[in-house]
């Protein structure tokens, strides 16, 4: 117990160390460049939203939206006129009877408002902030209220919530005379609750409307990266909080050469990356017309329904919520009852069909590699013709790490003017461990120079050295104390250090620096300029 820290990170987040940030920052430098040189520009985005944007772009029925989004009820300034509303029409007679109705103080404390009808002084939480001086300030009110209006008789205080108060609030309430309302409000969860972005492809095309990018030469392509969150099992490969490089291209055109130079840039930027292995599945799932995808998903139910017996518990539950789901299962014992079903390749719509070939031919135009996958029909509502997802090796079970596809429409169904749209997200945790597994996560780690310095006069050429090798790029190791010369080469070879610099007043008095190669212990002495040079044709070798 004695060395046990107390805190531990949450389970499915985790910390990333500097033994691994290395190859993070390369793999966000190569998709910086990469995705560049597609002529994408970066956007950022806020970690949370309004829970209604990720349910309506998402699926209210999908898993990430009915089990796995992080979501609070924030007490904002919506509730105000909620509550004042909601309490003037259940006590409409004493409101309107009241003429003074005033908003008191609201401005120093704008988390309280106190209103003041028919001998009750009112006092509305809009937030949850409440304790003993809350309680007293509310006394205040009635000392101040009985003040103004010296004929009235003292007011009752009354504390009205927007949700049930805790029961420490409501025995503090009740020992000092004050009585609680909790009022229901049927919208306020809707307006108010708020959630941690499980993916971002709903901000993307919240954004894209609210800065009005649709007035912006089209199409308009941006890419995003940072962590998501999802409360899935976590497991190798699956987290709490994870994190997504992705890319959309909105606009108004849905030309197949978009879905494939999409898809190009993913294989290019893996390829950079020295990923080996990484498999590309694509499909299409139509779209909605009744000629297309909906036909096809009725046919697909009436089969289902022939074979629900035989079904597992998710799977039954699916034929009613989202058949397609079910071509997704991964239990052993319906995949050859799967493989039976009809396949939406022969459904699609004559449009949907002739965007599909396009896409394919597009795909083999830039010599992307891909496998046809009639089963590929992604977890989120929003898709539409073409999906595609990239497996890697290395990963288990999880081990899809990027998935996307198009999502025409999607814009509009936010409020936005109709566009088109189509992207993707790469899982980086799962991109950087399937590196890692193939050998190619070894990130630049240690010092390429340790000063191994001793002496008053040999510490200040010391620590200009260091300056002057920090200016020129390389990665310095200063130890802020003397050490002994076997100590200090010691600690020069833990870290990892290519060279040790040995200054002592000697070195410093003859301005002849002596550079030692840890790997084989040579020895060679250069004049300071001389050590420079030499460190820098060091460093082009090596990298
Ligand atoms: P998604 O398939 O839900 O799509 O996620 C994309 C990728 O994020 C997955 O392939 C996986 O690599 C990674 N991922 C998802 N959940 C986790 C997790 N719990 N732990 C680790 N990695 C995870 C989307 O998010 C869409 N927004 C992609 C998109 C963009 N479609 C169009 N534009």
């Given at each position: 117990?004695?060395?046990?820290s107390k805190f531990?990170?949450?389970?499915?987040t985790?910390?990333?160390l500097?033994s691994?940030?290395?190859?993070w920052?390369?793999?966000?430098?190569?998709?910086?460049?990469?995705?560049?040189?597609?002529g994408?520009g970066?956007?950022?985005?806020?970690?949370?939203?309004?829970?209604?944007?990720?349910?309506?772009a998402?699926?209210?029925?999908?898993?990430?939206?009915?089990?796995?989004?992080?979501?609070?009820?924030?007490?904002g300034?919506i509730?105000e006129?909620?509550l004042?509303?909601?309490?003037?029409l259940?006590?409409?007679?004493?409101f309107?009877?009241?003429?003074?109705?005033?908003?008191f103080?609201?401005?120093?404390?704008?988390?309280?408002?106190?209103?003041?009808?028919?001998?009750?002084?009112?006092?509305?939480?809009?937030?949850r902030t409440?304790?003993?001086?809350?309680i007293e300030n509310?006394?205040?009110?009635?000392?101040v209220?009985?003040?103004?209006?010296?004929?009235?008789?003292?007011?009752?205080l009354?504390l009205v919530?927007?949700?049930e108060?805790?029961?420490?609030v409501?025995k503090?309430?009740?020992?000092?005379?004050?009585?609680?309302?909790?009022?229901?409000?049927?919208?306020y969860?809707?307006?108010e609750?708020?959630?941690?972005?499980?993916?971002?492809?709903?901000?993307?095309?919240?954004?894209?409307?609210?800065?009005?990018?649709?007035?912006?030469?089209?199409?308009v392509?941006l890419?995003y990266?940072?962590?998501?969150?999802?409360?899935e099992?976590?497991?190798k490969?699956r987290?709490?909080?994870?994190y997504?490089i992705?890319?959309e291209?909105?606009?108004?055109?849905?030309?197949?050469?978009?879905?494939?130079?999409?898809?190009?840039?993913?294989?290019t930027?893996?390829?950079?990356?020295?990923l080996t292995?990484a498999e590309?599945?694509?499909?299409s799932?139509?779209?909605?017309?009744?000629?297309?995808?909906?036909?096809?998903?009725?046919?697909?139910k009436?089969?289902?329904?022939k074979?629900?017996?035989?079904?597992?518990a998710d799977?039954q539950r699916?034929i009613?919520t989202n058949?397609?789901?079910?071509?997704?299962s991964?239990l052993e014992?319906?995949?050859?009852?799967i493989a039976?079903?009809p396949?939406?390749?022969?459904?699609?719509?004559?449009?949907?069909?002739?965007?599909?070939a396009?896409?394919k031919?597009q795909?083999?135009l830039?010599?992307?590699?891909?496998?046809?996958?009639?089963?590929?029909?992604?977890?989120?509502?929003?898709?539409m013709?073409?999906?595609?997802?990239?497996t890697?090796?290395?990963?288990?079970?999880?081990n899809?790490?990027c998935?996307?596809?198009?999502?025409?429409g999607?814009v509009?169904l936010l409020?936005?003017?109709?566009?088109?749209?189509?992207?993707?997200?790469?899982?980086?945790?799962r991109?950087?461990?399937?590196?890692?597994?193939s050998?190619?996560?070894?990130a630049?780690q240690?010092?390429d120079?340790?000063?191994?310095?001793?002496?008053?006069?040999?510490?200040?050429t010391a620590?200009?050295?260091a300056?002057?090798?920090?200016?020129a790029?390389?990665?310095v190791?200063?130890?802020?104390?003397?050490?002994?010369?076997?100590?200090?080469?010691?600690?020069?070879d833990?870290?990892?250090?290519?060279?040790a610099?040995?200054?002592?007043?000697?070195?410093?008095?003859?301005?002849?620096?002596?550079?030692k190669?840890?790997a084989?212990g040579?020895?060679q002495?250069?004049?300071?300029?001389?050590?420079?040079?030499f460190?820098?044709?060091?460093?082009?070798?090596?990298?």
């Open positions: 117990m004695a060395n046990k531990q990170a949450i389970r499915g985790r910390d990333l500097p691994e940030t290395g190859l920052n390369r793999v966000e430098q190569t998709a910086h460049a990469v995705f560049g040189t597609f994408f970066e956007i950022r985005l806020p970690a949370f939203e309004e829970t209604e944007l990720f349910a309506k998402i699926g209210a029925e999908t898993d990430i939206i009915s089990k796995e989004m992080f979501s609070w009820q924030e007490s300034t509730i006129t909620d004042q509303q909601a309490w003037m259940k006590h409409k007679q004493g309107e009877a009241a003429s003074r109705e005033y908003v103080n609201s401005r120093q404390r704008p988390d309280l408002v106190v209103r003041e009808g028919d001998h009750t002084l009112v006092v509305e939480f809009k937030r409440i304790n003993q001086a809350t509310i006394q205040q009110y009635r000392r209220f009985g003040e103004r209006f010296p004929d009235e008789k003292s007011p009752r009354l919530f927007a949700e108060p805790s029961e420490f409501r503090l309430a009740g020992s000092n005379g004050v009585e609680i309302e909790v009022l229901d409000i049927p919208e969860e809707q307006h609750s708020l959630s941690l972005r499980p993916e971002a492809t709903a901000s993307v095309c919240r954004a894209y409307i609210e800065h009005g990018m649709a007035q912006l030469p089209q199409p392509k890419y990266m940072g962590p998501m969150f999802r409360r099992r976590p497991q490969g987290y709490r909080q994870f997504q992705g890319a291209v909105l606009g108004g055109s849905d030309a197949p050469a978009i879905d494939a130079e999409v898809i190009e840039m993913v294989m930027f893996f390829d950079r990356l020295g292995g590309l599945d694509i499909n799932i139509g779209h909605n017309a009744p000629d297309c995808r909906p036909a096809y998903v009725q046919k697909l009436a089969e289902l329904e074979v629900k017996d035989k079904l597992g799977s699916r009613e058949p397609l789901r079910v071509l997704d991964k014992h319906e995949q050859a009852i039976t079903l396949r939406i390749a022969d459904h699609l719509c004559d449009e949907c069909k002739a965007h599909y396009a896409v031919r795909l083999e830039r010599g992307v590699f891909f496998k046809e996958n009639w089963r590929l029909v992604r977890g989120l509502d929003y898709y013709r073409t999906t595609f997802e990239i890697a090796k290395g990963l288990g079970s999880q899809a790490v998935g996307g596809g198009r999502y025409d999607l509009e409020g936005g003017p109709p566009t088109k749209g189509i992207g993707f997200a790469i899982g980086e945790d991109l950087i461990l399937s590196l890692q597994e050998g190619k996560g070894a630049p240690g010092r120079v340790y000063i191994a310095w001793m002496g008053e006069r040999a510490y200040a620590v200009r050295a300056k002057d090798l920090r200016t790029g390389f990665r190791e200063l130890p802020p104390t003397e050490l002994k010369f076997g100590k200090a080469l010691e600690r020069a833990k870290l990892g250090s290519r060279f610099l040995i200054l002592g007043d000697n070195e410093v008095a003859e301005g002849s620096w002596t550079l190669t840890l084989d040579t020895q002495k250069f004049t300071e300029p001389e050590l420079l040079e460190l820098r044709s060091r460093k082009s070798l090596s990298s």
